[in-house]
């Protein structure tokens, strides 16, 4: 569970209880106070279960809002649940958060500050997004990091027995469904990481933002 990690003492028990408890909704969760949670598979379904790790500077740009992180973290594995025909039932988060405050990596790109400013922003973008899309927080981890910041999450969904969409079940008629442009991420990260050639895309300031959003 979220405050078993190797940072522990004082301080992590306050950060959790601050940011991450009022996350944890479901009473399987304990309230974060145990080592374990506890969940009941609905009625007639099998469970389904995905997890995805982001890290800063591979990922994620060390100056991105937290509250964008919180919900990439999510959102990149309910995606997967969601393309399985699986609803959530809930979630589990580990961080690895630099030992200190603005500690420098090998690659200042993924030099993350972590302060309790963006701990809080970081952790009400997650509960929105979990209350949203009904996956409370169930539990994790949080451990110190001599490298940069990175959250994985892992999600528990259900599916009804013997539905589940597996890749190897497509068949020539499907309908393939995708959500936004295809492409869009991609000359996003072209503009972020060149912009002094941004000009050459002809685009105007809200094609710009929305991609580099």
Do not use: Q
Not at 115 to 142: K, N, Q, R
């Amino acid at each position: 569970m979220i405050g078993s990690g190797d940072t522990g003492g004082s301080g992590e028990d306050l950060l959790i209880a601050r940011h991450f408890a009022p996350l944890a909704t479901h009473p399987g969760a304990l309230g974060l106070s145990d080592d374990v949670a506890v969940m009941t598979p609905p009625d007639n379904c099998e469970l389904v279960l995905e997890t995805d790790a982001i890290v800063a500077g591979m990922h994620f740009f060390a100056d991105d809002p937290p509250a964008a992180i919180a919900r990439k973290a999510l959102r990149i594995n309910l995606s997967d649940l969601a393309a399985k025909g699986a609803r959530p039932l809930g979630f589990l988060l580990s961080l690895a958060l630099p030992r200190r405050s603005g500690r420098a990596t090998a690659d200042a790109a993924a030099a993350v500050v972590v302060d309790d400013a963006w701990l809080a922003a970081f952790a009400a973008a997650l509960g929105e997004d979990a209350s949203v899309y009904g996956c409370p927080l169930y539990g994790g981890d949080t451990v110190a990091s001599p490298g940069p910041v990175m959250i994985s999450v892992t999600v528990i969904g259900a599916v009804p027995t013997g539905t589940l969409v597996k890749r190897s079940g497509a068949r020539p008629g499907d309908r393939v469904l995708v959500t936004g442009t295809i492409g869009d991420a991609a000359l996003g990260l072209v503009l972020r990481m060149e912009r002094a050639g941004a000009e050459d895309f002809g685009l105007t300031a809200a094609e710009r933002d929305h991609l580099l959003s």
